[in-house]
T-cell receptor, first 115, second 110 residues
Framework: KAGVTQTPRYLIKTRGQQVTLSCSPISGHRSVSWYQQTPGQGLQFLFEYFSETQRNKGNFPGRFSGRQFSNSRSEMNVSTLELGDSALYLC??????????????FGPGTRLTVL | AQRVTQPEKLLSVFKGAPVELKCNYSYSGSPELFWYVQYSRQRLQLLLRHISRESIKGFTADLNKGETSFHLKKPFAQEEDSAMYYCALHLSGGSYIPTFGRGTSLIVHP
């Protein structure tokens, strides 16, 4: 099976702009989670989608949003970008939701730089 | 709020030496703990989870609820074990908010 794919891999934006990142899960996986990874804060959970519904959400402002399509592909949107949004954004998929014991498969990440 | 602490940012050992990567957590409920690993130029991947009580690549981890710890151990380190290791806490009971530690970089010297 093909692994989790994320596009684009690298992105440069300026403050105030908005950005959309895309994640395609492993075929058959219905849960997609998003994480932000920075040197200062480490790996932080953003949100999880399952069957097109947001099931869980981390402690991030409303500028961070996402959605999931019927084919389980997911997008994450960040509006009004700030310098502090520069990070590696990781997507992970798993077979089911409330995946406290389910293995997550991670994508390679999208490196976002905000200037 | 739940928290995961990995006190060592870097752990450097020689091949064949025992390895222990520390992980402490704070959570009042029933935790579900995991270790993830990221090898150089590879993706983050699950190494092991406490519920499985398994040994992966010679690594084991025991959940100690009294000490709120989930240390990762291997009796004899190999050079290919060099990687970044993350301890993670997933809440049980339906709320899925995974919390990761900051990670420990393990370097195994020949």
């Amino acid at each position: 099976k093909a692994g989790v794919t994320q596009t684009p891999r690298y992105l440069i934006k300026t403050r105030g702009q908005q950005v959309t990142l895309s994640c395609s899960p492993i075929s058959g996986h219905r849960s997609v989670s998003w994480y932000q990874q920075t040197p200062g804060q480490g790996l932080q959970f953003l949100f999880e989608y399952f069957s097109e519904t947001q099931r869980n959400k981390g402690n991030f402002p409303g500028r961070f949003s996402g959605r999931q399509f019927s084919n389980s592909r997911s997008e994450m949107n960040v509006s009004t970008l700030e310098l502090g949004d520069s990070a590696l954004y990781l997507c992970a998929s798993s077979t089911t939701t409330s995946g406290s014991t389910n293995e997550q498969f991670f994508g390679p990440g999208t490196r976002l730089t905000v200037l | 709020a739940q928290r995961v602490t990995q006190p060592e940012k870097l752990l450097s050992v020689f091949k064949g030496a025992p390895v222990e990567l520390k992980c402490n957590y704070s959570y009042s409920g029933s935790p579900e703990l995991f270790w993830y690993v990221q090898y150089s130029r590879q993706r983050l991947q699950l190494l092991l989870r406490h519920i499985s009580r398994e040994s992966i690549k010679g690594f084991t981890a025991d959940l100690n609820k009294g000490e709120t710890s989930f240390h990762l151990k291997k009796p004899f380190a190999q050079e290919e074990d060099s990687a970044m290791y993350y301890c993670a806490l997933h809440l049980s009971g339906g709320s899925y908010i995974p919390t990761f530690g900051r990670g420990t970089s393990l370097i195994v010297h020949p």
